[in-house]
C-alpha cells in the first residue's frame, strides 16, 4: 500500500509539473502558430518621445545616452526626455553636458528623490508624443530596438504596450537561460492572452489613454501591464526588439538573490492587481495561471523530488524512469530549440548542464522567496531602501 501511494505521489507530481510548465509553453505555441500570419509594413513612422528615467546614475548615463544616438529609428521624428528623480550624485551635470546643444533632447528634474514610479505617471501623465518609449539607464538597445517596438504600436490599434525582449550581459549561462525562456513565454502570453509580462529595461507605450501607476507599485513595469491589459487593450512582447541588461547575476549566489527579489515583486503585483470593475475573461485567466504556477510549481518540484527518492526502495523501480526521462526531454527540448537566441550560443552538453543548474537554482530561490518583497527598489519604491549594489 505505501508503494503504491509514493508511485502515485510521484506520477501525479511529474505530470502536474509537466503541464505546468513544458505542457503551458507547448500549448500556448500552437495556438500562436494556428493564428500567426504576414507582418504587414509601416509606410511612415510617428514622432515618439525616449525617456530615460534616472536616479543617482553618474556612472550610466553617459553612454546610455549615446546609446540612443546609434538607434536607427528617424533621428527627425525622436525627442530624447531624461528624467531626473532628484539625483544627489553628477547625474544631472552630466546629462546638461552631455545634451547642451540638442534640438530634440530636454531634461526635466522632479525633486525630492522620485522613484520610477513618480517618473513614469509625470510623463504619462504630460505627453508631448502619442508614442513614448521608456529605457533604463543601466541598458542597452539594438540599434533596431525602437523601430520594431514603435512598427509593433502602429501595427494593431489595439496594442498599446510592448516590451522589448531582455538579453542579460551575463557570464553566467543560468542567467541568459532564464531570460530566453522568459522572453518566449511572455510572448505567448502576449499573443495568447493580450496580457505579456514586460521588463521596464525597455517598453513603448501608446498614450492615448492615461492610466496611472498605483503609488504602492513595487514592480512598475508589471502594474503598468496588468493596468493595461485589464482594461482591455493588449500587451504584447516584441521579440524583434533587443535590449541588454548590464546589472545582472554573474555567479549562481547573486541568481538567488536576484530572483528572489524579483520574484517577490512579480508575484505582489499579481496577488494586488489593479482594480477594475469588469476586467476581461484572458486577463482574468492569465493572471490566474501565473499565480498558479507560483503557488505550486515548487511543491510540485519538491514532492517529486522526495518521491522519487523514496521510490528506488520500493518495487516500482524502473517505472518511474519512464515518467523522468519524458519530462527531461520535453525541458531540453524546448531549451534547445530556443538556443538560437542566446548571444553565445554555447555547446549542447554545457547547455544541458546549464539548464539543470538553472532548474535547481530557480526552485530553491522560488522556495526561499518571500511574500513580502524585502526592498522597494529601482522599478518603483523608494530610493532609500534599494541597495544599488544589488541591483538588475
Not at 168 to 182: A, D, F, G, N, Q
Not at 323 to 343: N, R, T
Amino acid at each position: 500500500m505505501f508503494d503504491t501511494l509514493i508511485l502515485v505521489l510521484f506520477i501525479g507530481s511529474i505530470s502536474l509539473l509537466w503541464i505546468a510548465t513544458c505542457g503551458y509553453v507547448l500549448i500556448l505555441r500552437l495556438l500562436v502558430f494556428l493564428r500567426s500570419g504576414p507582418l504587414p509594413k509601416i509606410a511612415d513612422y510617428p514622432e515618439i518621445a525616449v525617456v530615460i528615467p534616472t536616479l543617482n546614475e553618474e556612472s550610466t548615463i553617459v553612454k546610455k545616452i549615446k546609446d540612443i544616438e546609434r538607434c536607427d529609428y528617424p533621428k527627425e521624428r525622436m525627442t530624447l526626455v531624461v528624467v531626473d528623480g532628484g539625483s544627489t550624485d553628477r547625474t544631472v551635470e552630466f546629462i546638461k553636458k552631455e545634451i547642451s546643444g540638442a534640438k530634440r533632447s530636454k531634461l526635466v528634474c522632479l525633486n525630492n528623490l522620485k522613484g520610477k514610479v513618480d517618473q513614469v505617471n509625470y510623463i504619462l501623465k504630460n505627453p508631448g508624443e502619442k508614442i513614448i518609449v521608456f529605457t533604463d539607464a543601466d541598458s542597452r538597445l539594438a540599434p533596431s530596438c525602437i523601430r520594431e517596438l514603435v512598427g509593433t504600436l502602429m501595427r494593431d490599434p489595439k496594442t498599446v504596450l510592448v516590451g522589448a525582449a531582455v538579453r542579460p550581459l551575463s557570464r553566467l549561462l543560468e542567467e541568459r537561460i532564464h531570460w530566453m525562456l522568459l522572453n518566449y513565454i511572455w510572448w505567448l502570453d502576449g499573443e495568447v492572452f493580450s496580457c505579456a509580462g514586460i521588463s521596464g529595461v525597455c517598453y513603448a507605450v501608446n498614450c492615448r489613454l492615461f492610466l496611472p501607476i498605483a503609488p504602492d507599485a513595487i514592480a512598475e513595469d508589471i502594474r503598468l501591464g496588468l493596468n493595461m491589459s485589464a482594461h482591455g487593450f493588449r500587451v504584447r512582447i516584441c521579440r524583434r526588439a533587443i535590449a541588454y541588461e548590464i546589472r545582472v547575476p554573474q555567479n549562481s549566489r547573486e541568481f538567488i538573490k536576484f530572483r528572489r527579489r524579483r520574484g517577490a515583486s512579480y508575484v505582489n503585483e499579481l496577488v494586488h492587481p489593479p482594480v477594475h470593475p469588469n476586467p476581461p475573461l484572458r486577463w482574468r485567466l492569465a493572471r490566474f495561471i501565473r499565480c498558479w504556477q507560483f503557488s505550486w510549481i515548487p511543491w510540485f518540484s519538491l514532492s517529486l523530488i522526495i518521491s522519487g527518492c523514496i521510490l528506488p526502495l520500493t518495487h516500482y523501480r524502473s517505472l518511474p524512469l519512464l515518467f523522468l526521462v519524458v519530462l527531461l526531454l520535453s525541458a531540453l527540448g524546448q531549451v534547445f530549440l530556443l538556443s538560437s537566441h542566446l548571444e553565445k550560443n554555447p555547446g549542447i552538453l554545457e547547455l544541458g548542464k546549464a539548464t539543470f543548474r538553472y532548474a535547481v537554482l530557480t526552485l530553491v530561490s522560488l522556495l526561499a522567496m518571500k511574500k513580502i518583497p524585502p526592498v522597494l527598489g529601482p522599478i518603483g519604491g523608494k530610493e532609500e531602501r534599494y541597495d544599488k549594489s544589488s541591483a538588475a
